[in-house]
């Protein structure tokens, strides 16, 4: 049985190029936050979380509130309309402030729907690789499975831009608030200085 031609590159140096790069790209969000990547209502969901370089404490969403946790002080919980609890006590915020808030709450839940999206689209990109590893190598056109993959790929880094994007919102509104709040002060350094773009520049390697 004659075997169709691979241009010289062998079949185990295809595939595991080509997972080494869909691995690259479900790995990119998950190496700076874990977001939630499934549709249940259940908002119980750590979306930034202290075990990664990014963040010096966490950020999670539960029962439609935004909860701020860092060692060493009591829990900031921000709502919707933009209130602030500390330690289950209201904090005394003007208008400017409660914007801010609300902005910080926005872009926390937007990373959750965004990681969904970027889980869809990881997902697509491993499905297209393992299809056009087939197909491809069965018709002996190896060089051409990459070219298919890349239209997926594209997708998965367009959606994390999207969540380096919130990243970036929920930034700008904590150096914001940092300094014209004190009450939320021991918060103000979840995202790190550098996180945002070291995010956004990381979708494009």
Not at 37 to 44: E, H, I, P, V
Not at 56 to 83: K, Q, W, Y
């Amino acid at each position: 049985m004659s075997h169709p031609a691979t241009s010289g590159q062998p079949i185990g140096t295809t595939g595991h190029a080509l997972m080494k790069s869909t691995l690259a790209l479900g790995l990119l969000t998950a190496c700076l936050f874990i977001a939630a990547c499934s549709g249940k209502s259940d908002n119980d969901v750590i979306v930034i979380d202290g075990s990664t370089n990014m963040a010096n404490g966490h950020i999670r969403l539960n029962n439609d509130h935004v909860v701020l946790r860092v060692d060493g002080s009591p829990d900031a919980t921000i709502s919707e309309n933009g209130d602030l609890l500390i330690d289950q006590q209201s904090v005394s915020i003007n208008d400017t402030q409660r914007q801010l808030l609300k902005s910080y709450y926005q872009n926390a839940y937007a990373i959750r729907t965004d990681g969904i999206a970027t889980g869809k689209a990881g997902a697509a990109v491993g499905a297209q690789a393992l299809k056009s590893v087939a197909t491809r190598l069965a018709s002996g056109d190896p060089d051409k499975i990459q070219q298919d993959v890349d239209a997926k790929a594209k997708l998965v880094k367009e959606a994390a831009r999207k969540i380096c994007q919130d990243v970036s919102g929920i930034q700008a509104a904590q150096n914001q608030l940092t300094p014209q709040l004190p009450a939320f002060k021991p918060y103000g350094n979840i995202i790190g200085a550098g996180d945002a773009k070291d995010c956004m520049n990381g979708t494009n390697d």
